[in-house]
């Protein structure tokens, strides 16, 4: 079993910037697929970000491409989503994922197997 744990939701301006953080523990994370989903309300879950097992992989979402960036640190079982220049439409909960089958990006959110409880980040105009 693995459970996640996101951190560093909150309220912030447009311009801003936000550091989520997906702590893992229970089964070895380190060597899976890790992704960053969000969900609007009032709209259906999205992919974020998704990297790889050792991070040298990465793919981002044409509506974050420029402006967040996925990292991981497997020594610390934690993921990490640095949000910048940030805009009232990236306002959602945020959810980290793993795909406990695959090393490689996954961008398939049906791939994944264990989900976070989600952190809500709300950015003012």
């Known amino acids: 079993q693995v459970q996640l744990v996101e951190s560093g939701g909150g309220l912030v301006q447009a311009g801003g910037s936000l550091r989520l953080s997906c702590a893992a523990s229970?089964?070895?994370?380190?060597?899976?697929?890790m992704g960053w989903f969000r969900q609007a309300q009032g709209k259906e879950r999205e992919i974020v970000a998704a990297i790889d097992w050792r991070g040298g992989d990465t793919y981002y979402a044409d509506s974050v491409k420029g402006r967040f960036t996925i990292s991981r640190d497997n020594a610390k079982n934690t993921v990490y989503l640095q949000m910048n220049s940030l805009k009232p439409e990236d306002k959602a909960v945020y959810y980290c994922?793993?795909?406990?089958?695959?090393?490689?990006?996954?961008?398939?959110?049906?791939?994944?197997?264990?989900w976070g409880q989600g952190t809500q980040v709300t950015v003012s105009s």
């Open positions: 229970g089964r070895t994370f380190s060597t899976r697929a």
């Open positions: 994922a793993v795909d406990v089958h695959s090393f490689f990006v996954v961008t398939n959110q049906n791939e994944y197997d264990y």
